[in-house]
């Protein structure tokens, strides 16, 4: 569980930059809020399948 901050702090991307990934991620359904109030996200079970893949790339272009 991450936010967009902790995860600038530790690459070379600005927090905005990071956030606006994120945010795609989330539209594509591979990461979820662990707690929206506070921005923090996790890998979702779609998230884990497509690292693992188990789900190809055409099926995130479909959900869009």
Known sequence: ??????LAD????????VREHLLELLDHGLV???DEDAAVYQLSDRGR????GDLDVSELDDDA
Do not use: K, V
């Open 1 to 6: 569980m991450l936010t967009p901050r902790l």
């Open 10 to 17: 530790n690459s070379d991307y600005a927090r905005t930059t």
């Open 32 to 34: 979820e809020y662990y």
């Open 49 to 52: 399948a497509y690292l693992a």
